[in-house]
């Protein structure tokens, strides 16, 4: 009897392991994620007057991750990871939306010193496939902004995107990781019931 319960006991603990990540041997809990710089599509940020004569358009943007390490059941709560992030950068340009269609137009582009920040990153993730992010929060460390008037308007905005493109890195990187292969280009990495963590 007490055999067949100690064989139960390896088989169950070996079930829940069998899908665990991997840890890096140098970093217990952790596996390093590379650094990269990804461009991003231009997108109209709205302004708070009503009509679109105080939109502006972010275009050539430039998104830069440094090599980071990404922790598991961080805080010991099952499938959370963590990162800490320094000396990460946002570069952009802004021009002047049409006044009257609210499109994109020809007109020069104004590029604006690049943003540098730090965060701390929190996420839960769920074993779907595609996998994707429960819940995550991002809390800034540093955030250099430019000095303009328009800091209001990209401040929000920049933290907003940043936040989305690094739940993007972190659930491609556990894709791979867990599912193999690429994560689909096309794939939202928020589940649909996706929630800001300090929102729990």
Not at 21 to 47: H, K, Y
Not at 62 to 70: C, E, F, I, K, V
Not at 185 to 193: E, G, L, Y
Request: with cysteine.
């Amino acid at each position: 009897m007490m055999k067949s319960f100690l064989l139960l006991l390896i088989v169950l603990a070996f079930a829940g392991c069998q899908n665990r990540p991997v840890p890096a041997p140098e970093t217990p809990g952790a596996i390093n994620v590379e650094g990269n710089t990804q461009a991003l599509p231009d997108r109209v940020l709205n302004g708070p007057l009503p009509g679109c004569g105080d939109d502006v358009e972010l275009v050539g943007q430039s998104l830069t991750l440094p090599g980071q390490a990404l922790t598991f059941d961080a805080g010991g709560v099952i499938d959370r990871v963590g990162i800490v992030v320094t000396g990460a950068t946002y570069s952009y340009s802004v021009r002047p939306v049409n006044p009257v269609t609210c499109e994109s137009t020809i007109l020069p582009e104004l590029p604006l010193p690049a943003i540098r920040f730090g965060f701390n990153y929190l996420g839960d993730f769920t074993r779907a496939t595609a996998l994707c992010l429960n819940a995550s929060h991002t809390d800034f460390t540093e955030f250099s902004i430019t000095g303009t008037p328009l800091d209001l308007l990209i401040e929000g905005a920049s933290k907003a995107l940043i936040w989305r493109e690094v739940d993007r890195s972190v659930a491609s990187t556990l894709h791979s990781l867990l599912n193999g292969g690429a994560f689909p280009a096309d794939t939202n990495p928020r589940c649909n019931n996706w929630v800001d963590l300090t929102t729990l």
